[in-house]
C-alpha cells in the first residue's frame, strides 16, 4: 500500500469512527434546514445492497405545489452523498429536474458504494439545503460478518396518536436499518379509526382516500410527521405494505372497505401503489407493481420481503369456512410461493428472516369468529405447504417478523398441532411487533391498560406453540442476529397520545441457532 491509498483509507476509517460515535448529533443540528425549505417533507433512504442504495426526498417548489395538488413548476435538484459531515469528500453526486408527474418526490440509486459502510446523504435546491441523512451499505454477501442489528414497527395510524416510538427509535445509534412491516400510512377519513381530533391530528384529506391525488395528500401529511423524519434520516428503511397503503382487508380483486360508489377497485390499488413507489425510498422493478424481494446481509442473514396483498384470492368468512383449507385460496400466489420456495431452499446464509406482513403462527379461537381469516389461517394450503418444503429440506432458522395485529408475540410454528410438544417441534418462529399507534384490545374494548391479561393466559393455555403474547401496549422492537442467536427486544411508549410519551424496555425473547424453539432472554440487547 503506498502512501497515498494509507492516507486515503485512514482518513476512510477515521470518517466511520467519527461518524459512529457523533451520528446523532450530525442529524438532528440538520433538521433546522426544515425551516422555510422546499425539503419540508424530509429525507430517507432504503433498500440498501453492498454497493447501493436509494436516497429519497420531496421538493415544494413553491407554496401551492402541495401533495396531490398538481401543481408546481419542474425544478433542479442536486444530490450528493458523503463519509465526512462536512460534505467535502463527495463520493457520489448528481443533478436532477423533478416535477409534478412524480409528485415532485426524487428518487436516486446510489451506486459504486462499498459494503458495510454509513454514508452522509443531503439535497440542495433554490439555494437550501435539506437535511442530512444516512444511508448504510449491507455487507458483502460473502461476508463472515457476525452481527446484524435492526428496528422493526408497523401500524402507524396518524389519528391513532402521536409516532414518539418512531422518536425514541431514532434515538439509537447503533442500528443498521429500519424493517417497515405495513401499514405506514392509514386511508381512513379523520374520525373513523383513532382518537384523531381529540389529540389535533386530523387526517389530510379528511375523507376516506380513494384517488391518486388523495394518496399523494396523505403521504405527504405523514412525511411531515417530525418523529418519522427523525427515523427516515437515522436509518434505512425497507419495507413492505400491508392492506391500508390501499384499504382495509384488500385482496386481488377488492378490498372489504372499498364499495361500489368508490370506483374501480383496481383503479384504485394502482392509484395507491404509484404514490407509495414515489413515496417510499423502494427500488423498483421491471414490473411497476412487484414488491416482493430479498436482500443479503453477508453469510448471517438471509432477508426475504413478502407481499401478501396484490396476489391473495378474497379471505375466507370464519374459522369454520371450508375455503380456508382449499389450495385454490392462496395468500402469496403461485409464481410468489414458488420463488419464496427457492430462495428459502438455495440461500446459504445462516438465519433466513421473512418480512411478513400478517401472523404466520396458527392461532386457535372459536369456529365461527371471523378473526385472524386475514392472515395466513385464512390460507392454511399455503402455509402448510411452506412447512412441509422446510421439513422436507431440513431448513432451520427461518424467523418471520410480523406486523399488522397491532400486539406482541414469540411464537413457534408447529410442524403438527396435535402432536406438537410431544412427537413433534416446531418448523420456524415468529416475533410479532406491537403497533406504533394503531388500536389494539385495551383500546377497542375501552377497558383499563393491562386490562387483557386474562385473555393473554386463555390464548397461550390454547396455544401452546405460543410463548409470548401482550396485547395492550403500543411501541417498537429491535432485532440483534448474531451466530448463537435471533434476539426481538420489545420497548412500549407510556401513552400514544402524549407528544412527550416516555418509553421502556418490556421483555425480550430469543431462538437460538438450529432450534427452531422460542425462550425469554433476561436482559434487553445493549446498545453498542
Known amino acids: 500500500m503506498n502512501r497515498r491509498s494509507f492516507l486515503r483509507t485512514s482518513a476512510a476509517a477515521s470518517s466511520g469512527l467519527f461518524l459512529a460515535s457523533h451520528l446523532p448529533e450530525i442529524l438532528y ?3 433546522s434546514a426544515l425551516e422555510d425549505s422546499p425539503f419540508r417533507h424530509g429525507v430517507a433512504s432504503g433498500d440498501p445492497f453492498p454497493t447501493r442504495g436509494i436516497i429519497w426526498t420531496r421538493v415544494t417548489p413553491s407554496d401551492d405545489a402541495e401533495p396531490g395538488s398538481g401543481k408546481g413548476k419542474p425544478v433542479d ?11 467535502k469528500q463527495i463520493e457520489a453526486a448528481g443533478r436532477v429536474t ?19 459502510t454509513d454514508y452522509l446523504f443531503r439535497f440542495r435546491s433554490k439555494g437550501k439545503t435539506s437535511r442530512v441523512g444516512r444511508l448504510r451499505t449491507a455487507p458483502d454477501p460473502v461476508a463472515d460478518n457476525d452481527s446484524l442489528r435492526f428496528g422493526v414497527v408497523s401500524c402507524s395510524n396518524y389519528e391513532g396518536g402521536y409516532f414518539t416510538g418512531y422518536r425514541h427509535l431514532a434515538q439509537r445509534s447503533d442500528l443498521d436499518l429500519v424493517l417497515h412491516l405495513g401499514d405506514y400510512i392509514y386511508e381512513y377519513g379523520s374520525g373513523d379509526y383513532g382518537p384523531g381530533a381529540d389529540i ?32 427516515h434520516s437515522a436509518a434505512p428503511f425497507i419495507t413492505i405494505w400491508d392492506d391500508h397503503e390501499v384499504t382495509n382487508d384488500s385482496y386481488a380483486e377488492g378490498a372489504e372497505n372499498h364499495q361500489e360508489d368508490e370506483g374501480d377497485y383496481i383503479a384504485r390499488r394502482n392509484d395507491a401503489y404509484r404514490a407509495y413507489f414515489e ?57 410468489q410461493m414458488q420463488w419464496f420456495k427457492k430462495r428459502l431452499g438455495r440461500e446459504r446464509a445462516q438465519w433466513k428472516i421473512v418480512g411478513n406482513q400478517v401472523m404466520f403462527v396458527p392461532w386457535d379461537t372459536a369456529p365461527d369468529v371471523p378473526y385472524n381469516v386475514d392472515a395466513w389461517d385464512g390460507y392454511r394450503a ?58 389494539n384490545l385495551d383500546d377497542i374494548s375501552g377497558g383499563p391498560y393491562r386490562s387483557s391479561i386474562p385473555v393473554e393466559e386463555s390464548i ?34 407510556s401513552d400514544r397520545t402524549d407528544p412527550e410519551a416516555t418509553q421502556a424496555f418490556a421483555s425480550a425473547w430469543a431462538t437460538t441457532d438450529g432450534t427452531n424453539e422460542v425462550t425469554e432472554s433476561s436482559e434487553p440487547i445493549p446498545e453498542r
Open 98 to 116: 423533478v416535477d409534478k408527474r412524480t409528485d415532485h418526490t426524487l428518487k436516486i440509486d446510489v451506486s459504486k458504494l462499498a459494503p458495510a
Open 200 to 231: 389535533g391530528r386530523t387526517h389530510a384529506p379528511n375523507h376516506e382516500i380513494v384517488s391518486l391525488s388523495d394518496y399523494r395528500t396523505r403521504y405527504g401529511q405523514y412525511h411531515q410527521d417530525l418523529d418519522l423524519q427523525d427515523l
Open 29 to 31: 443540528a440538520s433538521a
Open 77 to 87: 435538484v442536486i444530490w450528493e452523498v458523503a463519509r465526512d459531515p462536512g460534505f
Open 279 to 335: 413515496w417510499m425510498p423502494v427500488r423498483q422493478k421491471r414490473d411497476p407493481r412487484r414488491l416482493y424481494r430479498g436482500f443479503r446481509f453477508g453469510e448471517l442473514v438471509d432477508l426475504t420481503m413478502l407481499d401478501l396483498r396484490q396476489y391473495r384470492t378474497i379471505q375466507p368468512s370464519n374459522q369454520a369456512d371450508p375455503a380456508k383449507d382449499d389450495p385454490s385460496t392462496t395468500i402469496t400466489g403461485d409464481p
Open 382 to 439: 399455503d402455509r402448510q405447504e411452506l412447512i412441509d418444503h422446510m421439513s422436507a429440506g431440513e431448513i432451520n432458522n427461518i424467523t418471520f417478523l410480523t406486523g399488522d395485529i397491532h400486539t406482541s408475540w414469540a411464537a413457534e410454528v408447529p410442524l403438527e398441532k396435535e402432536t406438537y410438544g410431544t412427537i413433534t417441534g416446531s418448523a420456524c418462529t415468529e416475533f410479532v411487533c406491537p403497533s406504533i399507534t394503531s388500536d
Open 460 to 493: 397461550k393455555a390454547d396455544n401452546r406453540w405460543v410463548k409470548h403474547v401482550e396485547l395492550d401496549s403500543h411501541g417498537y422492537s429491535v432485532v440483534d442476529v448474531n451466530r448463537e442467536r435471533l434476539q426481538m427486544d420489545f420497548y412500549y411508549i
